[in-house]
């Protein structure tokens, strides 16, 4: 399915054709793929190089664990999450390991994280589909997260699947066209609300 984003300027393949779709294949994906999408989380830039990301991974063809975490999305995701290969949280830890001063960066930083995996992901031809739609304090229980972290999104991931064999309201949602805010609501130069004059 052609969901390629229809830009306004020049930008590369990997951003353009990353996408979030709910269609996905039950197909597996193999250990080293997704240890690549973890390497190039690992890979991005945090305030102080803090790293103030953990993620729990839960695969398919470990049943029990996958339906545990399936368990904590809300019912509207586990819909269509349950055919995902993949099932992952991102956790974030609120403070400085080294100090204790908080973190203001923390969620910035765990975000900048998945969004490298995403990209990557898009490169091995899979998809990512990040949740803000999951219970963080069932999480808290289920995998013992600590104090001081805090389980910020949960992410489906796999094989792009058949966005005909999706139920409603699904289907609709996923053959609708991508829609952005333009690049002049929100790049500004000067004072707020002045669009950037590069951009004129
Ligand atoms: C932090 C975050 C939380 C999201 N939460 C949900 C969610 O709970 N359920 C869902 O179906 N999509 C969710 N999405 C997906 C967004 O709706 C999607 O990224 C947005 O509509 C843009 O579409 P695109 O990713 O295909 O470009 C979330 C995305 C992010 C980054």
């Known amino acids: 399915m052609d969901k390629v984003a229809k830009t306004d300027h020049s930008i590369n393949d990997l951003i353009s054709h990353r996408w979030s779709p709910r269609a996905f294949s039950e197909k597996l994906v193999p250990a080293d793929a997704l240890a690549s999408l973890f390497e190039a989380a690992r890979w991005a830039p945090s305030s102080s190089n803090e790293q103030p990301w953990a993620y729990i991974v839960a695969t398919r063809d470990v049943p029990g664990e996958f339906a545990s975490m ?106 609708a066209e991508r829609t952005r805010k333009p690049i002049s609501e929100f790049v500004m130069t000067g004072k707020w609300g002045h669009t950037a004059s590069f951009l004129s």
Request: hydrophobic share 45%; charged share 15%; glycine share 10%.
């Open 70 to 175: 399936l368990g904590t999305l809300v019912e509207f995701n586990a819909g269509w999450a349950k055919h995902a290969a993949v099932l992952a949280i991102a956790v974030s830890e609120n403070a400085f390991a080294k100090t204790g001063a908080p973190n203001r960066n923390a969620h910035y930083d765990t975000g900048a994280a998945s969004a490298l995996l995403c990209i990557e992901a898009t490169a091995r031809g899979l998809f990512v589909h990040q949740m803000a739609g999951f219970d963080p304090e069932k999480a808290r229980q289920i995998y013992g997260i600590p104090a001081g972290w805090e389980a910020i999104a949960a992410l489906a991931i796999g094989y792009a699947g058949d966005p005909n064999a999706l139920p409603q309201p699904y289907k609709d949602r996923e053959l």
